[in-house]
């Protein structure tokens, strides 16, 4: 069999292969097409022809240096020439594979296709491995997976055997060869006549989803790749760092910075109250659309719900990010995640100065709760050099009390946090004790005795009932009655998909409950940038605010912006604008849940938005730049 024949049946394997796991991304997003009343089965068709091309792109990288080491080997009889060929195809290709397979489990998860930011928990292996093994959702990738591996290796198998040097003139097998040699470049560049295929040119449909499902996740995490090289070797440019630090101050009131950060300025309070103690309590994937005022039906939260309805409460509130890290980033310090960067790791960890650094200024202790190990997300390293005394994690719980790669359940941690939060109390000092939950979050352990029709109810009812258990408990505690609490979580839970970022991943519950309290439903726009502004305006303690955080209870912000990896959006009581570090995607009326693109019928719209974005992103990269973001050193 020629090299050609060869190359040309790998195309169509590999078609198949990469097809197939695209099918089973569509099955699983199915209702997102479906439901959204304008896609038809043309333009679902049309996303798999386009899918094809990108297939074959991807295919075509691949094969051009086994096609030639085919050739070679026509011309030669080496055999070297061959078994190079055909480990570099197995290999290269089911590499390509496991990357289709893992991408529906990613996107699955975050809505989006798989890039480098997936492969940033790799210096952690035992934990990526210990949740990819204890998730029973995603052992079903191995099955198809080693199933196309195997048949994959077999028929690669079958080709290579039948493969003598080809008995034709080398004159034919010149003009073969060259004519075949051309198809592969074309298949390379995606197109004929036109520019190489993009990836923005899989962008264009109204629905999201089809748009991406076109993509080829080997072509994503390529371009991922590209941007990370570019943005190591290019600063963030989406404006004059001028203008955004202008406009920037403009928005926060800021006249005359205090020092050398151009966004500090100072708070202060009339009035000095007896310190209070300060209990967040970061709720693991506690998503809006879970509770009862947000339209839930399950009864997954009835303590979160009945707390909802005591305490200062905001129902328009976003997280940072998608993550974990970004949560506690925005809570604490309130810096914007800067699109894919993690801002808890580097090689020299930045020090802040926000709410626990403040706080420890004015003599309070300061203490944060991990249920796992302190190593993921560099959380250990971060938060002692940010503000946190003291750091509890796995190391400080009995070994019987691990339930999994994530350690200690909720019910166990908080109950853990509340004796040491005892111990603390009775030092006299005020307290700002962080407790991270997690049991809302894969892979799941629940007790028998917490009831559900699946475990994604179970989970959330667990962490409810936990919560519950230990706000009831902090009752009878004697510091409870001067303590400020504060419920939010640490990003939302991805459901149901309209837009290009997924709205339920960043719309969260916020709860301020102090004894005494009059409750409120606040429906101002919100992030968890504000959180820690508004937890000092509660304790009526001045401070310097060198943050991007702003008081809500006296301000009002025009827009938040929250953070999806690779895109930004940005929302107001009306409008959400997305968009990347390359281009505006869409602007898009939600709160009407209309899909229409509106940016060329609102450009005025559209223009405030991404200038509100961008300017603060462009001035957070500034301040972090020149490592203004903490106190200056007398």
Not at 31 to 44: A, L, M, P, R
Not at 313 to 337: D, K, L, R
Not at 438 to 461: C, E, L, N, Q
Request: hydrophobic residues 45%.
């Amino acid at each position: 069999m020629s090299a050609p024949k060869i190359i040309f049946k790998i195309y169509l394997v590999s078609a198949l292969i990469f097809g197939f796991f695209r099918s089973l991304l569509f099955f699983y997003h199915k209702n997102e097409v479906f439901d959204d009343g304008i896609s038809t089965w043309q333009d679902i068709v049309s996303s798999f022809v386009m899918g094809l091309r990108y297939d074959l792109l991807v295919t075509g990288f691949v094969v051009v240096i086994p096609y030639l080491l085919l050739v070679a080997y026509d011309f030669t009889a080496k055999k070297f020439l061959k078994k190079t060929a055909f480990w570099w195809l197995f290999v290269l290709l089911s590499l390509g594979f496991m990357l289709a397979a893992g991408n529906v489990t990613y996107y699955n998860k975050f809505y989006q296709p798989i890039t480098l930011k997936a492969f940033e928990w790799f210096d952690q292996p035992a934990v990526v491995l210990g949740m990819i093994f204890q998730e029973p959702k995603y052992w079903f990738m191995f099955i198809p997976f080693g199933l196309v591996v195997f048949l994959f290796y077999r028929l690669l198998n079958g080709l290579f055997i039948q493969t003598p040097v080809t008995n034709i003139s080398i004159k034919k097998k010149s003009v073969l060869y060259f004519v075949f040699f051309v198809l592969i470049f074309i298949s390379i560049r995606g197109t004929v006549l036109h520019a190489p295929l993009r990836a923005q040119d899989a962008f264009t449909q109204h629905n999201n989803f089809l748009n991406e499902l076109k993509l080829n996740p080997v072509f994503v995490l390529e371009k991922s790749y590209e941007n990370f090289v570019k943005d190591k070797l290019h600063p963030i440019q989406l404006m004059p760092v001028n203008e955004a630090v202008a406009y920037v101050q403009k928005q926060l009131h800021v006249d005359k910075p205090v020092n050398a950060n151009p966004i500090s300025r100072s708070c202060d309070f009339d009035s000095v109250r007896k310190p209070r103690n300060v209990v967040i309590v970061l709720m693991e994937s506690m998503a809006a659309w879970k509770m009862k005022y947000f339209g839930n039906t399950e009864n997954r939260t009835p303590f979160l719900d009945s707390l909802f309805m005591q305490g200062i409460s905001f129902s328009n509130m976003y997280s940072n990010g998608v993550h974990t890290y970004a949560g506690i980033y925005g809570v604490h310090y309130a810096y914007p995640e800067i699109f894919d960067k993690h801002p808890l790791k580097g090689v020299d960890v930045k020090q802040y100065y926000g709410l626990p650094q403040i706080l420890k200024q004015k003599a309070y202790q300061t203490a944060f709760f991990i249920p796992h190990n302190k190593d993921f997300d560099n959380l250990g390293a971060f938060l002692s050099k940010n503000g946190f005394d003291k750091i509890y994690f796995e190391k400080d719980y009995p070994k019987d009390s691990i339930r999994n790669v994530w350690g200690v359940d909720d019910h166990f941690l908080l109950n853990f946090a509340l004796k040491k939060i005892d111990r603390m109390a009775r030092q006299n000092k005020a307290f700002l004790a962080t407790i991270l939950t997690i049991s809302d979050h894969g892979p799941f352990y629940i007790p028998d005795y917490i009831k559900g029709d699946d475990d994604y109810v179970r989970a959330t009812r667990f962490a409810d009932w936990s919560l519950r258990d230990f706000f009831n408990k902090a009752r009878k505690r004697s510091w409870f009655d001067n303590t400020l609490f504060v419920f939010v979580a640490d990003h939302g839970e991805a459901y149901r998909r309209k837009y290009p970022v997924p709205l339920t991943y960043n719309h969260i519950p916020a709860i301020f409950y102090y004894k005494g309290v009059q409750p409120v439903i606040i429906e101002k726009t919100a992030g968890q940038l504000d959180i820690f502004p508004m937890i000092m305006h509660l304790l009526q303690s001045s401070y310097i605010n060198m943050s991007f955080g702003q008081n809500l209870f006296k301000d009002t912000r025009p827009y938040i912006y929250f953070n999806n990896d690779k895109e930004y959006g940005i929302i107001d009581d009306n409008y959400l604008l997305v968009l990347d570090r390359h281009k505006t995607i869409g602007l898009y009326r939600y709160k009407e849940g209309d899909l229409t693109n509106y940016m060329q019928q609102e450009p005025e719209k559209t223009q405030e938005m991404e200038t509100y974005l961008k300017a603060h992103i462009q001035t957070a990269q500034y301040i972090l730049d020149n490592n203004l973001q903490t106190l200056p050193t007398p």
